[in-house]
């Protein structure tokens, strides 16, 4: 026994003094052995609350593996989801319907529109937004990534309830006012936290580059 360890009637009598301070240091439970079954009903309960203790911490490693193997996937499976975005808009002959049902699908989002400040051609049935806006949601960057937008009725319309996450793409086609398009989604399995510092976030930009580029080359009458 080393020096300083309590002699074991001082533990006992404290214990005895102090009958529910065992049940209340649950982080004691992982280190401290069950006793069998043969002591009575309190031994017994407190093997359960070990038992039930160690189940829980088991729970949380098992959550916590499972998020970061959700986030992993995510974040290695976004460059290759916006590769076959671009390929769709690169071959897109009607843009509006490629953005509106392809885009989304592509990208395992639950929604994409196209956001305008103003003087879109019709076949782009852009959502038209106040002018500013662009410059105000996204600045200087070209993705940005949101949990809870506040403005989703602005940006996302009828598609709002689903944009729980949304992912904020510029548009900067030369012919057109400030653009930016709008993914919505449910949950943050691609809108992970961090995917806008890496590959994901790059290709994201990408996509809103490429669909610009495409923008332009549909209609060249309104390049200035």
């Given at each position: ?76 499976s976004i460059a290759g989801q ?143």
């Amino acid at each position: 026994m080393r020096p300083d360890t309590p002699h074991p009637d001082a533990v006992v009598r404290f214990l005895r003094e102090n009958p529910g301070w065992l049940a209340e240091q649950t982080g004691l439970y992982e280190k401290l052995v069950p006793p069998r079954r043969v002591h009575g009903e309190r031994l017994a309960d407190h093997m359960a609350a070990m038992l039930g203790e160690a189940r829980r911490r088991a729970t949380d490693t098992a959550e916590q593996a499972a998020g970061m193997l959700r986030a992993l996937r995510a974040g290695t499976s976004i460059a290759g989801q916006v590769q076959e975005a671009i390929l769709a808009v690169v071959r897109a002959e009607d843009l509006a319907a490629c953005i509106a049902i392809d885009l989304p699908a592509l990208l395992g989002m639950d929604a994409a529109l196209l956001c305008s400040e103003a003087g879109t051609p019709s076949p782009l049935q852009a959502r038209p937004l106040p002018p500013g806006a662009v410059a105000t949601l996204l600045g200087k960057r070209d993705v940005l990534l949101r949990a809870a937008p506040p403005d989703a009725a602005i940006l996302h319309g009828e598609a709002a309830p689903l944009a729980r996450h949304d992912a904020l793409l510029r548009v900067p086609a030369a012919c057109m006012p400030p653009m930016l398009l709008a993914l919505a989604a449910r949950d943050d399995a691609i809108l992970n936290a961090g995917l806008a510092d890496g590959a994901g976030g790059i290709a994201l930009g990408f996509l809103g580059r490429v669909l610009a580029a495409r923008i332009e080359a549909l209609w060249p009458d309104l390049l200035p």
